[in-house]
């Protein structure tokens, strides 16, 4: 009942502090006699202080018996706080693991959509900063949190026992110190918000510019010449301005005000001293105790804006936490021979329509070759054939199943792609080749180094397979990442393959061969390839071409030189090509 009355954000935390509420209960027990063991020195000090004052002999025996106590509190007390920082440092890291698990599972599982709408600067932020900032407050907050709620608290009822008007005193200008902490701290929560929002955006920006400092260099531009990291640096300037402003007049009185009891203390406790009510002793322990008494409030105020900012992380956990993972993990019995299918097929970036009514056969062994003017929805179609899209309109079947209906293991088990911009993952050559597929023979590494054309980087490399590959295989060109993704994507073995613009390494002899050798060694494979060009394509089963989104014509080679005009334009011009190099390669000899 009261969990259903909370925002969405409390609710998760309760969760995950649920999760670890054996460790947390444990923290808070132990903080709470660690604070209260904090107490202890300043009451044997008053006894000291009490002892003097009465004129008391002090004996080495007394003095010595007060020294080992005051040891032994401020070890029990370092012995709490050391044992209840472990466990609040266990049960921190147990959410952080379990939480970044979830996430990274959660992404993976992501549309392809999603992910272009959710920049990886967003991303991670999320996954990076807002995990850590709640591991970061559940480590040291608990502990620090609540010492800061129950020292005071301990104290202050210590003072009312001891004496109620001096805890009174000591007390009297808290509410105004809470008052003015509430009114500076109002609407911060939104104010956080934005900075944050802020700060996510400018991340985002970051990322890119640094990205793409290299063409910035070749321009000769700098950061003023970055539009988009000119405009939210100034933004999170102005956020930072507004934030300062709305709050450094509060937060000045707010500090001042902290320490000021001390001026209450000291007239009434003189007052009651005159009037006999008091002795010194008692004054001097409750400015001891009194003087401190709301310092920690700076603390608590700190951390419920720490708070807020945790909160609006788990805000920005939620959509992410909310995405669906397939849960399908049967395995549909497909007919063979497995064709695969776009029938009436149309889908939209956003509101712009890309790709309409466009039905196209992969038909079982066969190879497609789909080439048409840049922007016309190639690598669209791509991806709506290798299920990462789904089609607003129409369908995508393989062996007359909707390809929607298969478990994620099964179609990507069912269909390889390769795409323009392969990604390598740090680790060797050999950890990237058999990333999906771990259990291959020395042949068929072999033959998919062969096909792929990668046979003389792997040769030239040191160590070879074991050689080291970099994040995104920085020290690998375009080409060598390119041919290593088609090696990778043939072990993967799949029915399917689809290659967009896989072979703009090659040379035009050298993708004929690379054709060659893929339907030689691989002839049961079903094989779509992009391409911008037409070379090898004389004998692909079908060429289509695709013109601003739709299928222009299908045929086969001979077919589309005898009445396509795009296609007999391509074939022209390459064929000039072909003859210049021709050419050139005589004139050598
Ligand atoms: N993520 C995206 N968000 C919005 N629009 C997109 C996105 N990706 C592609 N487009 C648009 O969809 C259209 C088709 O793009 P697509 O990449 O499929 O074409 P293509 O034929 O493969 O182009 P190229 O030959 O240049 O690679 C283009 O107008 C492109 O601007």
Redesign the pocket.
Known sequence: MIISRLSQDKQLAITLLKSQQRYLLWTVVLTILAAIAELLPFLILYKVFSAVINYQPLTAYYLIKLAVAMAGVILLRYIFYCIAYYLSHQAAYSILTELRYKLVDKLAYAS??WL?QNPSGKLRQTVIQDVERIETFVAHHTVEGLAAIVCPLVSSLFLFYFDWRLGLAALIIAPVVMLISNWTMRGMSKDYDSYMGMAAELDSATVEYVRNIAVMKVFNLNVKHFEQMRSRLANYYQTIQVITHKVIGGWSVFTSLLSANVLFILPVGIVLFIYGEVKISAIALAIMLGAGILRPLMKVNLLSSELTEVLAGLRRLMPILALKTTNNNTTLTLVEPISLQLSNVSFS??Q?Q??TDVSIVLKPATVTVLV????????????LMAGLLIPNKGQVMVADVSLQQLSDQQRSELIGLVT?EPFLFQGTILDNLCFANKDISEQQLETAIKVAQAESLINSLPDGYQTMVNEQGLKLSGGERQRLAIARALLMDTQILIL??ATAFADNITQKNFYQALRTYYPHKTILI?A?NSYGAESAEQIII?DK?SVQEVGQHQQLLARNSFYQTMWQQQQTVMDWSIVSQEGKQ
């Open positions: 392809l959509p272009q970036y956003q712009q890309v790709i048409g003017s840049s922007g016309s929805g190639k690598s669209t179609i791509a991806q323009q967009d613009e992009i911008h695709m989104g």
